[in-house]
């Protein structure tokens, strides 16, 4: 049963971002202005883009911050070239204190961003590379607001500043990737997930049910879900995995994989 409600629960999501999306791009088509949602989520970027190609007088534009940016603000136009940047449509604060060492997560962030009485719609990725500071992106109109109010973190006093998108680029450390070798006996999304995330299928399998895995963005509950190579696996709170090879199999009938873990 609480599957179930999961699982109706994203749909009707997915249906209400449906109606609200087709709606701006009629808004924006019938009275030729441009127009941006608040930030979208990789699912809803995928409906959305669907949605679009119904549309082909229209532009869109999915504006994150950062070119890797998992959330995105889309901005509809019905000028031949957007006029607006992401710079227009997204701020980013530096958020600094003395933090120990492994004892704030994302979530904390979140958290302190959402405490001051933010829609979470309204907050775009936030980069914690675990070390004296953090970097939010935030839809524009609410930067100036977050720099003034926002001055703890769990329990921590922390100083903010304003940087440019250019400036981040700059600050923010590469993305790694942890390469993951071993081998399954099916490509099961339990399967593969557990030596992603290291886990094992018996304590992968009851988050997988619980709603907290998707499958290229795509909420999945059934332990038993075929993968395949390419497909891109999320776990909340543990980040994403990308199946990126099946090399042969075992003597034993058990698969060589190599998976890429965004760490």
């Known amino acids: 049963m609480h599957e179930d409600s999961n699982l109706s629960q994203v ?39 669907d949605i679009a190609r119904n549309y082909p007088d229209l532009r869109c534009a999915f504006l994150g911050g950062t070119a890797e940016a998992e959330r995105a603000r889309i901005c509809i136009s019905p000028f031949a070239e957007l006029r607006t ?16 060492a492994q004892t704030l997560t994302h979530r904390d962030f979140l958290g302190a961003v959402l405490s001051l009485g ?34 703890e973190v769990g329990r921590y006093k922390v100083e903010v500043r304003s940087l440019t998108l250019e ?14 070798k071993g081998t399954v006996p099916s490509l099961r999304i339990d399967a593969v997930a557990g030596l992603g995330f290291g886990f094992s299928r018996s304590k992968i399998a009851p988050l997988i049910r619980g709603g907290q895995v998707k499958v290229n963005h795509q909420l999945v509950s059934q332990p038993s879900r075929p993968v395949a190579v390419g497909d891109m696996i999320s776990l909340a709170g543990k980040g994403r995995i990308e199946l990126v090879s099946s090399q042969g199999k075992t003597r034993k009938g058990r698969t060589h994989l190599v998976i890429h873990r965004l760490v």
């Open 11 to 49: 749909q009707l999501t997915e249906k209400k971002w449906t109606a609200y999306f087709e709606s701006l791009l009629q808004k924006a088509a019938e009275e030729h202005v441009e127009l941006c949602t608040p930030f979208a989520d990789p699912r809803q970027q995928q409906i959305s883009g």
């Open 85 to 100: 940047t992401s710079s227009q449509q997204v701020s980013c604060l530096e958020v600094r204190g003395k933090f120990p």
């Open 118 to 151: 933010i829609r979470r719609e309204m907050v775009g990725d936030i980069y914690y590379p675990g070390a004296d500071a953090a970097y939010i992106l935030l839809c524009a109109e609410l930067g100036s607001y977050v720099l003034q109010h926002l001055q």
């Open 167 to 180: 400036d981040l680029a700059r600050e923010l450390p590469p993305r790694r990737v942890k390469e993951v």
